[in-house]
């Protein structure tokens, strides 16, 4: 499709929407026309300088620290399998984190601002770890001999040789880091009850029955995010003289299990159980957390298990987890076949693909919480609108990580089909699916527990249900035993999903290689 014919569909639609906003055709007016949104955006001109800077300001600072201590750890695990194996627990549990579920946590325990950098670092933290674990992977091993050859040390290899090979891809993912710093930012205004920030401006705006301020708002944190996402890649660009798609591969992390020898691979598997509990509980108890707010795992423990509160803890805990567990599923089903069926619209019909780009990465740019009211106001607040936000999450890197996989595959193996005189879906059911197979598995396990997060921003913003509304009620009552166990929960589940796609992987894989 030419950049006229582009255009012209981006007015097309425009207009579209103009009339159905105009005349109130969708869901009673629920989507208002774009000059609304911006008469209203107009108007309250005033109130967005202030709350742009406090969510600008907390993302930054999270953007620095989450990178700093990503960088620092990928290159200790780089070096370091033994390090990798033992950090594999809490590097997967801090991927798996739903940050609905910590919000209360965090405003609990920190002051001020800082559950917002926070929580804006821990967005940053899993995807440039892991790409600067990759990048430092991928060194040409020539370059590496030669520096050796030459007298030149560990400390010269990283430094002339494996960073310059991390360098494109750690800057590629400081463009999804940057996005997910202003959502993490974002997601802690709308659950801390400040008064600043455009998470705090949303969530006072909600009950004004007002669509066309929270489009304005929504929008506006769009455009925050995607401009981060836009001048990383600008900058990527002009460091490295073209940019890469960086998909995280969930296998990085496991370098340390295969690099192992043998007799250290029990300790190393548990200390990585237990790890991420020791953090937890040195982390109360260095901070001086009050008992009564911070929870040790101990005291969790008795809370679910030993306590009398026990069985009616565990018994709302199982009923939320019966209502949340299907939907993510479903959800994760659903967001995998939109992420297939938009990368297989990109193999066959490349002009329709890049029309749909621009829906697609608004979806990703919009935080969570701006684009849930939304939903609700278009969808109401059933079953509909949480399989809808648990598809907007989970679909798009789990299409980048499909494309990928299905770009990756030899034209060479395309010929013998379509020297049969095969059609294009043979070629694809028969050729290109199986070679992209790893890539599926990978969007799959990237697309677990984004599922569970988009199931539980739902329930607490919208249906009333599950984990995400146990986890409101647990927080007006200030039941902190209950937020610290829907917290811990969530965090297992993820890990459960995820390493249940795992484990999917690997039987099919051998199944494969058996075949």
């Known amino acids: 499709m030419t950049p006229a014919r582009r255009l012209a569909a981006g007015a097309a639609a425009l207009l579209a929407w103009e009339v159905a906003g105009r005349f109130g055709l969708v869901a009673d007016g629920a989507l208002p026309a774009p000059s609304a949104i911006l008469a209203r955006f107009w108007l309250d001109r005033a109130d967005y300088p202030a709350h742009v800077l406090a969510t600008v300001e907390s993302a930054f600072a999270g953007f620095v620290l989450g990178n700093a201590v990503a960088i620092a750890a ?35 325990c920190l002051p001020g601002t800082a559950p917002r950098i926070v929580l804006a670092a821990l967005g940053c933290y899993f995807p440039v770890m892991t790409a600067t674990v990759l990048g430092l ?83 506006a944190a769009t455009a925050i995010a995607g401009l981060a996402y836009g001048l990383f890649a ?51 108890s260095g901070f001086d957390l009050p008992p009564l707010i911070a929870k ?32 993510a599923l479903a959800g994760l089903v659903a967001g995998l076949a939109v992420a297939l069926t938009l990368a297989l619209l990109g193999e066959v019909l490349p002009g329709l693909a890049r029309l749909l780009m621009p829906l697609a990465l608004v979806s990703q740019t919009m935080p969570l919480v701006a684009l849930t009211p939304l939903l609700v106001l278009l969808l109401g607040r059933g079953v509909a609108v949480t399989l809808a936000i648990t598809v907007s999450v989970t679909f798009f890197p789990a299409f980048v990580a499909i494309a990928q996989g299905l770009a990756l595959v030899p034209r060479a193996a395309l010929d013998l089909p379509r020297a049969y005189g095969a059609p294009w879906w043979k070629e694809i059911g028969l050729v290109a699916l199986p070679a992209a197979l790893p890539h599926l598995f990978a969007a799959a396990r990237l697309g677990a527990p984004r599922a569970l997060l988009g199931v539980m921003i739902a329930e607490w913003l919208a249906t009333g249900r599950g984990l995400g509304n146990l986890l409101n009620q647990a927080r007006g009552r200030l039941d902190y035993g209950m937020i610290w166990s829907v917290a811990l929960i969530s965090v297992l589940v993820s890990v459960a999903l995820y390493q249940g796609v795992l484990w999917i992987e690997r039987r099919t894989a051998r199944r494969l290689g058996a075949g």
Request: aromatic fraction near 6%.
């Open 296 to 327: 040790t795992p101990l005291a969790v423990l008795d809370y679910l298990a030993l306590g009398p509160t026990a069985p009616a803890a565990q018994a709302r805990l199982i009923e939320a987890l019966l209502q949340t567990l299907p939907l």
């Open 234 to 284: 600008v900058l990527a660009a002009r460091a490295t003289g073209a940019t890469r798609a960086v998909t995280i591969a969930a296998e990085a992390t496991d370098a340390g299990e295969r690099s192992a020898p043998p007799a250290w691979r029990v300790p190393l598997a548990l200390g990585s159980l237990l790890l991420p509990f020791a953090l937890w509980a040195g982390l109360v």
């Open 74 to 108: 990928g290159l200790l695990f780089a070096l370091s399998p033994a390090a990798s194996r033992l950090a594999r627990g809490v590097n997967i549990a801090l991927f798996a984190l739903p940050p609905i579920a910590v919000v209360p946590v965090l405003v609990l």
């Open 137 to 219: 992977a991928q060194a040409d091993p020539r370059a590496v001999d030669l520096v050796r050859a030459y007298g030149g040390g560990a400390g010269a290899v990283l430094r002339l040789v494996r960073w310059r090979s991390a360098l494109p891809v750690v800057l590629a993912s400081l463009r999804v880091a940057a996005p997910n710093a202003v959502l993490g930012a974002i997601l802690a205004e709308f659950g801390g009850g400040g008064r600043s920030g455009l998470g705090a401006y949303l969530i006072g705006s909600l009950g004004r029955a007002d669509p066309a301020r929270l489009w304005g708002i929504g929008l």
